[in-house]
């Protein structure tokens, strides 16, 4: 179970990015599908991730109502679409399988850069 990132970059506050995911080897239905992201120097932090059928989405506290998570079963492809970029989200970006969102990742990718940065 591997996912692979893409769209990340440097953007300047307040602006936006598309982070996309796409998953193969595995049916994506089965199951949740997050990001979380890293810093240096800094702990692992849970970003958001979003389950199967039904669709439910969770944000954490420092992106909420500025980060949007959605999935594409038949496309096998998960984005986030992070708008109002703070300097402090600047970190790789993971995207993640899980069985259930909250629980440890089963499967990540490589990464994606992200820098906020004027």
């Known amino acids: 179970v591997q996912p692979v990132e893409s769209g990340g970059g440097l953007v300047q506050p307040g602006g936006s990015l598309r982070l996309s995911c796409a998953v193969s080897?595995?049916?994506?239905?089965?199951?949740?599908i997050g990001w979380f992201r890293q810093a240096p120097g800094k702990e692992r932090e849970g970003v958001s991730c979003i389950s199967g059928s039904p669709a439910k989405t969770y944000y954490g506290d420092s992106v909420k109502d500025r980060f949007t998570i959605s999935r594409d079963n038949a496309r096998k492809r998960v984005s986030l679409q992070m708008n109002s970029l703070k300097p402090e989200d600047s970190a790789v970006y993971y995207c993640?399988?899980?069985?259930?969102?909250?629980?440890?990742?089963?499967?990540w990718g490589q990464g994606t850069q992200v820098t906020v940065s004027s």
């Open positions: 993640a399988a899980y069985v259930q969102c909250g629980r440890e990742p089963v499967g």
């Open positions: 080897g595995f049916t994506l239905d089965y199951y949740a």
